[in-house]
């Protein structure tokens, strides 16, 4: 499987996702500057990955500026063409203002940065990203952001229940989801989505930050663990 990790001026997640793809997870992986326009030589079977961050220093609005970097366009047509897009922190941010995913990511509900280690529950498997996980375990996966309320009007909270597109929430360490447990005041606890066609992930934690024992957590190894083996799968068919 081969990734391409996208790199906005203000990104500051980038090597650390190139590390977890490339060292710890033993896949190909190739940096993308945000002024290339073309994604040569990926397939369907691939990923680009939209990182954390501040691109253009959030300063109009969370990934509004990012959005129309010339790589989106190219970033767009490959979502639309099957390949699979993760937008992870400021990259899910991005992903909902070029209009990839629905809905969109406000300022936290106590307007502060929050940077910490939180607790989240998969809501299904039927994703590439959290078909290895076992949903009844709570993964402790650190969230970095000062705008990670998801919000949806209510339509579109009903219609992401009932297409099962809500891959995460935040509960507790024991796995129960309740308004105590919401670091951000998001809607419904919700901590990640995908897009209908299942090949679009956007999630505010950074799994990138507990994949391997060096930072004594390896919780969200399972996350990239789950894409590489839908992909081999995606191949085989």
């Known amino acids: 499987m081969k990734?391409?990790?996208?790199?906005?001026?203000?990104?500051?997640c980038d090597d650390d996702m190139l590390h977890v793809l490339g060292t710890v997870m033993q896949q190909e992986v190739v940096p993308l500057w945000h002024k290339?326009?073309?994604?040569?030589?990926?397939?369907?079977?691939?990923?680009?990955?939209?990182?954390?961050g501040f691109s253009y220093g959030d300063y109009l609005r969370a990934g509004a500026i990012a959005r129309f970097s010339p790589i989106m366009q190219s970033v767009i047509a490959f979502a639309n063409n099957g390949g699979y897009v993760w937008g992870i922190c400021n990259g899910f941010q991005?992903?909902?203002?070029?209009?990839?995913?629905?809905?969109?990511?406000?300022?936290?509900?106590?307007?502060?940065f929050v940077c910490k280690n939180v607790y989240l529950k998969a809501q299904t498997n039927n994703s590439a990203i959290t078909s290895k996980i076992e949903l009844s375990t709570a993964l402790k996966i650190p969230i970095a952001h000062a705008e990670g309320r998801y919000h949806a009007d209510d339509?579109?909270?009903?219609?992401?229940?009932?297409?099962?597109?809500?891959?995460?929430?935040?509960?507790s360490e024991k796995g129960e989801i309740a308004e105590q447990f919401?670091?951000?005041?998001?809607?419904?606890?919700i901590a990640g989505i995908c897009n209908?066609?299942?090949?679009?992930?956007?999630?505010?934690?950074?799994?990138?930050?507990?994949?391997?024992?060096?930072?004594?957590?390896?919780?969200?190894?399972?996350?990239?663990?789950?894409?590489?083996?839908?992909?081999?799968?995606k191949v085989t068919i």
């Open 3 to 12: 990734f391409g990790v996208v790199i906005f001026p203000g990104s500051n």
């Open 155 to 171: 339509d579109t909270l009903k219609s992401l229940e009932i297409n099962d597109q809500i891959l995460f929430k935040y509960c």
């Open 36 to 52: 290339e326009n073309s994604l040569p030589n990926f397939n369907k079977e691939d990923c680009i990955v939209l990182p954390g």
């Open 196 to 233: 209908k066609n299942r090949n679009v992930f956007g999630m505010m934690p950074h799994p990138e930050r507990a994949s391997e024992k060096t930072l004594s957590n390896t919780d969200g190894r399972i996350l990239f663990e789950s894409l590489v083996a839908n992909s081999a799968a």
């Open 182 to 189: 919401n670091p951000n005041g998001t809607a419904m606890n």
């Open 94 to 112: 991005v992903l909902c203002e070029a209009g990839l995913l629905p809905g969109v990511l406000l300022r936290n509900d106590h307007q502060k």
